[in-house]
């Protein structure tokens, strides 16, 4: 074996053994662990597409665990939004509100200047602060979901606000 192939499992015929060899235990792993509805045939494309992404960091003999613990981690994120889209499912809905059509009108033009705000970041600011503010994600997360350093997500995340800030006076 030549040293690259040693070092990770960046060269495609390894890859595609190594596929073929471990697409239908891990299939079968997260199929049983957490059932059919979570869709385990997309989890375990999505974690050998994360593993083809960081192939350059992961050597092959630590390239199993990777995968498993990369799509266990998927499947969880999958089970623990399904949770939230249920709890919020089984909320009853308000047919009546308090609002005034002033306050409705003001909330929508608000809404909207927000838009064009968050639009005017950059892609890079825009995914930073919506993991944090929407999906509220903690720094370290999107540190690992981005492959940046947690500095990093702070410069991004108060980039955002302060951009924010200027663009909505509200704020």
């Given at each position: 074996m030549s040293k690259?192939?040693?070092d990770n499992i960046c060269?495609?015929?390894l890859f595609e053994r190594f596929y073929k060899?471990?697409?239908k235990n891990l299939h079968d792993f997260l199929y049983?662990?957490?059932g059919d509805h979570l869709?385990?045939?997309?989890k375990v494309q999505e974690a050998f597409i994360k593993l083809w992404q960081n192939c350059g960091k992961v050597t092959p003999n630590k390239a199993?665990?990777?995968l498993f613990t990369t799509a266990n981690n998927l499947m969880l994120n999958a089970f623990a939004h399904q949770k939230v889209v249920l709890k919020y499912q089984t909320k009853p809905q308000r047919t009546t509100t308090n609002e005034t059509p002033e306050f409705v009108l003001q909330e929508k033009?608000?809404?909207q200047k927000l838009q064009r705000a968050l639009g005017k970041l950059t892609e890079a600011q825009r995914v930073a602060f919506l993991m944090n503010r929407v999906e509220g994600k903690r720094f370290k997360e999107i540190a690992a979901l981005l492959d940046?350093?947690?500095?990093?997500v702070e410069k991004r995340i108060y980039g955002a606000l302060k951009k924010l800030r200027e663009d909505i006076e509200e704020l």
């Open positions: 690259s192939l040693q060269e495609s015929q060899k471990h697409a049983y662990k957490f869709n385990p045939e997309d199993k665990s990777y033009e608000y809404h940046i350093s947690i500095k990093g």
